[in-house]
């Protein structure tokens, strides 16, 4: 018993002269751990680690519901050594640089429409590519038209920041002109046609835009990336549409947005309970222009596509024990793999392979 007694006073005292010191070198503990973080994570780039191919990473996979573990709709994708994103939810910004995939390596910017959870993240993308990559030019952003009356709403609403900004680091470190955005609009066919056009073909990468219904949101296109033999689909907001598993036959991968109803009513129900009328009646209207995981699946079964991942995910899901709630008779129309999307997710698909893994990046 003694024995024991001592132990403990032992380790009590231990304990004691451990807070002791943590509390009397705190700064210098501090200091030291700041820079083992800053070290590991300043300047991080896993881009040239990465295998040739197709990878893509979810910068945010939520809506406009607050959702603390989801960013707004961001979807990145990496083609070879080079870095576009699909959408620009607010948060995704901060994300990607979690990621280890840097604003100053991004091409272009590509937007599926302007419903306000896709691009209000928009404005640190574009202060963060000219900051850290000294650009002389500003970031291309991709689009149906209107695009360049949101990239130019962007520009407005930041211009005093960008003086400031070339005021206080100079010209050398913040060069004027790669300021803001340039909208690239692309047009395509009328509203009743699964139209598609090419926004962009070079180095071996193919980006197709494709028309979805998102009515009355219009136009509202998804994007097929096509590399070296490998594909991926990114719907951005749609109800169940042919042209989706039309632009997504023989895809590797279909990232689709999902709403399920079952688990947005019990949020219906709740607003109607407790006299919040209006948000209840909007909770109704937006199942008519989403699609459910079920619809999805059967998408993704016609297209014929490896591997299905949800994205947009509505409602929030507060905890993964509730993801087969969400995913529903999903499996039932699709074989395969599927996935509920996280934010820090990495989708790599090698150049001329057939495998498909997934990691995480934060």
């Not at 004691?16 to 994570?41: D, E, P, S, Y």
């Not at 040739?52 to 990145?76: M, Y």
Request: contains cysteine; neutral net charge; glycine residues 12%.
């Amino acid at each position: 018993m003694k024995r024991i007694h001592k132990i403990l006073v032992a380790g009590l005292v231990a304990v004691l002269a451990l807070g002791a010191v943590l509390v009397l070198f705190q700064r210098q503990i501090a200091t030291a751990l700041l820079q083992q973080v800053a070290h590991k994570n300043v300047g991080r780039n896993v881009i040239p680690d990465l295998p040739d191919g197709l990878h893509v990473g979810l910068c945010g996979t939520g809506s406009p519901f607050p959702d603390p573990a989801r960013a707004g709709p961001c979807t990145a994708v990496v083609a070879g050594d080079r870095l576009f994103v699909v959408d620009t939810g607010e948060g995704s910004a901060r994300n990607l640089g979690y990621m280890g995939l840097p604003a100053s390596k991004i091409e272009a910017i590509l937007l599926t429409h302007f419903h306000s959870d896709h691009i209000d993240g928009m404005g640190p993308f574009l202060l963060q590519r000219w900051g850290l990559g000294t650009f002389q030019t500003p970031t291309p952003v991709y689009g149906p038209p209107g695009v360049e009356a949101v990239v130019d709403g962007f520009r407005a609403a930041y211009v005093l920041d960008f003086g400031y900004r070339v005021a206080h680091h100079t010209p050398k470190i913040m060069p004027p002109g790669g300021s803001g955005g340039k909208g690239m609009p692309f047009v395509l066919g009328p509203k009743d046609t699964m139209d598609a056009i090419v926004v962009l073909e070079n180095r071996g990468l193919k980006i197709t835009a494709f028309r979805v219904d998102h009515s009355p949101v219009d136009p509202a296109v998804g994007y097929r990336f096509d590399y070296k033999g490998r594909s991926v689909v990114i719907t951005g907001d749609t109800k169940k549409t042919p042209s989706v598993a039309q632009f997504s036959k023989g895809a590797d991968l279909l990232i689709h947005e999902a709403l399920q109803p079952k688990l947005l009513k019990v949020l219906e129900d709740e607003f109607a309970q407790k006299g919040i009328a209006n948000t209840s009646q909007i909770m109704r209207d937006i199942v008519n222009y989403h699609t459910t995981p079920e619809e999805a699946a059967a998408v993704a079964a016609d297209a014929g596509v490896k591997e299905l991942v949800f994205n947009h995910v509505v409602p929030p899901l507060p905890f993964r024990y509730v993801y087969p709630a969400f995913v529903g008779d999903a499996a039932q129309y699709f074989k395969g793999p599927m996935t509920v999307g996280e934010d820090g997710m990495l989708f790599s698909l090698p150049a001329g392979g057939t495998t498909i893994s997934k990691s995480r990046l934060y």
